[in-house]
């Protein structure tokens, strides 16, 4: 009997199994409604392939993954993908509405204890056509006046590894009294390039280099080398965020004859309790710094760091930074672009020390506020406004201390 059974499975083991799966070869990839942007470009992020064979089970999925990674550019305003089939191949149409991506502004900064401070700068978020950033600003303040070039490329070489650099000419007063002050001019150079590992871990190489132009003889220059490890899962949407996002530069920092160890460590987190997919609903976000700088003061700017702290005002080599964030949907206001209004409540708090043996929590600085969150859906730049207090400006020996801010395409979150 056992024997008549094997020889029953074996016969029902031989008999082939016919897929019902019909595959049709993807004929061509149709793009419409790209003005600026390349339709390579286009073509690279959607993951369609011409002269490639899709099953039919796969067509939905392919559909939303190419919305995605498109949505994800966050250079257009309107995505739409279709598909026919005819003779076993498959046609697909992707229409696109862009987002107008070159943006000039000039933005103020007013607070209690800085006074007056301007920007003024162009923001190109599809530079090429191949949504590469660049960013050129020239800012003017009682502390601290500076140029700044930055260009993110997010496609080097063909892959999807980030090269990130940034250029910077500041001039600072460097106070010895309320009354007298040095003028110190400062040229920086910062570059990162990280290459993906997995889908969600980079790892690369940071460097920074700092010199002072006062003595072009002896520019004793402070440089920066350390690897880098990034790690996100950050999901972006229209007007929201969730997942996390580490980075960390474990280096070396030298100056003049000497080396010392260099710390820099960024966490994000975003979360919601509803379904994020709706750009009406609210998020949290969470951000912590530590930074370790032995041999050279480095700033804390108001626009990435403590809201409310003008440029030079916060100045240390070692050093945390805290900032939290609850963003809630306000409005909609269809003219003149159709932007979605959302009101955040922040509070942030950190300082910036001379070295690790001089930190003193008392001495943090503390501010929260509110504001306005606008993102035009025509536009490829978010503008803010904060206003907000400093809590520390309660204890005895601060000043009183509270601000007004605008920031256009830079924010914290």
């Given at each position: 009997m056992k024997k008549n059974i094997f020889i029953l499975l074996f016969f029902l083991t031989q008999i082939p199994i016919f897929s019902n799966t019909v595959f049709y070869k993807i004929d061509n990839v149709e793009i419409t409604g790209a003005k600026k942007?390349?339709?390579?470009?286009?073509?690279?992020?959607?993951?369609?392939?011409?002269?490639?064979?899709?099953?039919?089970?796969?067509?939905?999925?392919?559909?939303?993954?190419?919305?995605?990674?498109?949505?994800?550019?966050?250079?257009?305003s309107d995505i739409n993908?279709?598909?026919?089939?005819?003779?076993?191949?498959?046609?697909?149409?992707?229409?696109?509405?862009?987002?107008?991506?070159?943006?000039?502004y000039i933005i103020?900064?007013?607070?209690?204890?800085?006074?007056?401070?301007?920007?003024?700068?162009?923001?190109?978020?599809?530079?090429?056509?191949?949504?590469?950033?660049?960013?050129?600003?020239?800012?003017?303040?009682?502390?601290r006046n500076k140029f700044f070039l930055k260009y993110i490329d997010n496609s080097l070489f063909g892959s999807e590894s980030l090269l990130e650099t940034e250029i910077e000419y500041g001039r600072n007063r460097e106070y010895y009294d309320t009354e007298n002050y040095e003028l110190l001019e400062l040229f920086r150079f910062e570059g990162e390039y990280l290459y993906p590992v997995t889908n969600s871990f980079y790892s690369g190489i940071y460097f920074e280099d700092c010199?002072?132009?006062?003595?072009?003889?002896?520019?004793?220059?402070?440089?920066?080398?350390?690897?880098?490890?990034?790690?996100?899962?950050?999901?972006?949407?229209?007007?929201?965020?969730?997942?996390?996002?580490?980075?960390?530069?474990?280096?070396?920092?030298?100056?003049?004859?000497?080396?010392?160890?260099?710390?820099?460590?960024?966490?994000?987190?975003?979360?919601?309790f509803e379904d994020i997919l709706?750009?009406?609903?609210?998020?949290?976000?969470?951000?912590?710094?530590?930074?370790?700088?032995?041999?050279?003061?480095?700033?804390?700017?108001?626009?990435?760091?403590?809201?409310?702290?003008?440029?030079?005002?916060?100045?240390?080599?070692?050093?945390?930074?805290?900032?939290?964030?609850?963003?809630?949907?306000?409005?909609?206001?269809?003219?003149?672009?159709?932007?979605?209004?959302?009101?955040?409540f922040y509070f942030d708090t950190g300082q910036l020390f001379s070295s690790i043996n001089t930190v003193n929590l008392n001495d943090s600085r503390i501010s929260c506020g509110s504001g306005l969150v606008v993102y035009p859906e025509k536009i490829d730049v978010l503008m803010r406004f904060d206003f907000g207090i400093n809590i520390s400006s309660m204890r005895e020996d601060s000043?009183?201390?509270?601000?007004?801010?605008?920031?256009?395409?830079r924010e914290i979150f």
């Amino acid at each position: 009997m056992k024997k008549n059974i094997f020889i029953l499975l074996f016969f029902l083991t031989q008999i082939p199994i016919f897929s019902n799966t019909v595959f049709y070869k993807i004929d061509n990839v149709e793009i419409t409604g790209a003005k600026k942007t390349r339709e390579s470009l286009i073509l690279k992020k959607s993951g369609l392939i011409s002269s490639s064979l899709m099953a039919d089970t796969e067509i939905k999925a392919a559909v939303s993954r190419a919305e995605k990674e498109l949505w994800n550019t966050g250079i257009f305003s309107d995505i739409n993908i279709s598909y026919s089939i005819e003779n076993e191949k498959i046609t697909f149409k992707i229409r696109v509405e862009e987002k107008w991506s070159l943006f000039p502004y000039i933005i103020p900064f007013y607070s209690t204890e800085g006074g007056f401070s301007a920007a003024a700068g162009l923001i190109e978020t599809n530079f090429l056509g191949l949504n590469k950033i660049m960013m050129i600003t020239a800012s003017a303040g009682k502390n601290r006046n500076k140029f700044f070039l930055k260009y993110i490329d997010n496609s080097l070489f063909g892959s999807e590894s980030l090269l990130e650099t940034e250029i910077e000419y500041g001039r600072n007063r460097e106070y010895y009294d309320t009354e007298n002050y040095e003028l110190l001019e400062l040229f920086r150079f910062e570059g990162e390039y990280l290459y993906p590992v997995t889908n969600s871990f980079y790892s690369g190489i940071y460097f920074e280099d700092c010199y002072s132009l006062n003595d072009l003889y002896d520019p004793n220059p402070s440089y920066i080398l350390s690897p880098s490890l990034y790690f996100n899962t950050v999901e972006k949407f229209k007007y929201s965020k969730k997942g996390t996002e580490i980075r960390v530069r474990p280096g070396i920092m030298n100056s003049t004859s000497s080396a010392e160890f260099y710390f820099y460590s960024e966490e994000r987190v975003y979360f919601s309790f509803e379904d994020i997919l709706k750009p009406e609903n609210s998020y949290f976000a969470a951000r912590t710094v530590f930074v370790n700088s032995p041999s050279r003061e480095i700033p804390f700017d108001s626009s990435e760091n403590i809201r409310g702290v003008a440029e030079g005002e916060i100045r240390g080599k070692t050093g945390y930074c805290l900032n939290l964030e609850y963003r809630r949907f306000l409005a909609k206001i269809k003219k003149p672009f159709n932007a979605f209004i959302f009101i955040p409540f922040y509070f942030d708090t950190g300082q910036l020390f001379s070295s690790i043996n001089t930190v003193n929590l008392n001495d943090s600085r503390i501010s929260c506020g509110s504001g306005l969150v606008v993102y035009p859906e025509k536009i490829d730049v978010l503008m803010r406004f904060d206003f907000g207090i400093n809590i520390s400006s309660m204890r005895e020996d601060s000043r009183d201390f509270n601000f007004f801010s605008v920031s256009i395409g830079r924010e914290i979150f």
